[in-house]
């Protein structure tokens, strides 16, 4: 079975940092792109940051772009999001999702959809 365990979120000052961890296992980690959302209540689920199977195209989005940073180290089975200067408005539930391809097309990152197992969320709090 493919699982996803996202780990790292918490509480933290406006401008602080933090940095999310997804570890995989059941799969070909290797093999797929993996992407981060997040889910802020009474909002929809967004697609915050995305990475290919060998990390040679990213995607982010432009509220993130130039404060998180996505990663992945294929040889632990994990994806990180590196986030820095963090805001009140990025406050929500962080998920990792693997994407159904290894190198989607651009339309396709922000896509839900097109992601085939999720991991459980973490907290991101941010306080002003």
């Known amino acids: 079975d493919v699982q996803l365990q996202a780990s790292g979120g918490g509480l933290v000052q406006a401008g602080g940092s933090l940095r999310l961890s997804c570890v995989a296992s059941g799969f070909t980690f290797s093999s797929s792109a993996m992407g981060w959302f997040r889910q802020a209540p009474g909002k929809e689920r967004e697609a915050v940051a995305g990475?290919?199977?060998?990390?040679?195209?990213?995607y982010y989005h432009g509220s993130v772009k130039g404060r998180f940073t996505i990663s992945r180290d294929n040889a632990k089975n994990t994806v990180y999001l590196q986030m820095n200067s963090l805001k009140p408005e990025d406050a929500a539930v962080y998920y990792c999702?693997?994407?159904?391809?290894?190198?989607?097309?651009?339309?396709?990152?922000?896509?839900?959809?097109?992601?085939?197992?999720w991991g459980q969320g973490t907290q991101v709090t941010v306080s002003s």
């Open positions: 990475v290919s199977w060998n990390s040679g195209r990213t």
């Open positions: 999702g693997k994407h159904s391809g290894a190198t989607p097309i651009l339309s396709s990152w922000p896509d839900y959809r097109m992601y085939t197992d």
